[in-house]
């Protein structure tokens, strides 16, 4: 069965840094998306992205970070300048229509 | 606004009691609701959602609109239940975002 994979599974930046974390979705999938988990916190919205565009964010999803479409197959999420705050389970998720097919998460940790 | 509501964060019960856990929402059009379920070092992956009206490994989930509410139940819970359950909303199909509740961690005890 087809999954969605996410590299890399744990990534440790300094405060400030670029940080890029990359997806591959479902090969067939149109809607793609972005989530992310604070320890002990819920699974909250980034962004929905479809036909190369976003197509709804959340507060969260400032002009720090931003997503991309690059090629056919990979789907980023760029955050521009890390605070600690950012330190958090990354999901990135996707689908034809419904339901969410999910990646293991990149574990971001900024010091 | 929407909101899924999860009242529990830890449910503890033992091998072969009913479970039940609870989940409210609040939407204001015709939501589609899901249960997703993470096990230990899993991914997070469907369980099952409101309009296949199915069981899954025993599990169902009755939506109740007059009480918005989606709780899911198990008559006899099995230790290989033992899992994180969140409760999930989208406003439809067709790639509208899905919103999640804060989870319950379900507990199957020997």
């Known amino acids: 069965e087809p999954e969605v994979t996410q590299t890399p599974s744990h990534q440790v930046t300094q405060m400030g840094q670029e940080v890029i974390l990359r997806c591959v979705p479902i090969?067939?999938?149109?809607?793609f998306y972005w989530y992310r988990q604070i320890l002990g916190q819920k699974v909250e919205f980034l962004v929905s992205?479809?036909?190369?565009?976003?197509?709804?964010k959340s507060e969260i999803f400032d002009d720090q970070f931003s997503v991309e479409r690059p090629d056919g197959s990979n789907f980023t999420l760029k955050i521009r300048s890390t605070k600690l705050e950012d330190s958090a389970m990354y999901f990135c998720?996707?689908?034809?229509?419904?339901?969410?097919?999910f990646g293991n998460g990149t574990r971001l940790t900024v010091t | 606004a929407q909101r899924v509501t999860q009242p529990e964060k830890l449910l503890s019960v033992f091998k072969g009691a009913p479970v039940e856990l609870k989940c409210n929402y609040s939407?204001?059009?015709?939501?589609?609701l899901f249960w997703y379920v993470q096990y230990s070092r899993q991914r997070l992956q469907l369980l099952l959602r409101h309009i296949s009206r199915e069981s899954i490994k025993g599990f169902t989930a009755d939506l109740n609109k007059g009480e918005t509410s989606f709780h899911l139940k198990k008559p006899f819970a099995q230790e290989e239940d033992s899992a994180m359950y969140y409760c999930a909303l989208s406003e439809g199909t067709g790639g509208f975002k899905t919103i999640f509740g804060a989870g319950t961690r379900l507990f199957v005890k020997a």
């Open positions: 992205f479809y036909n190369n565009e976003i197509s709804e």
């Open positions: 939407y204001s059009g015709s939501p589609e």
């Open positions: 090969s067939n999938h149109l809607y």
């Open positions: 998720a996707s689908t034809l229509n419904s339901p969410l097919h």
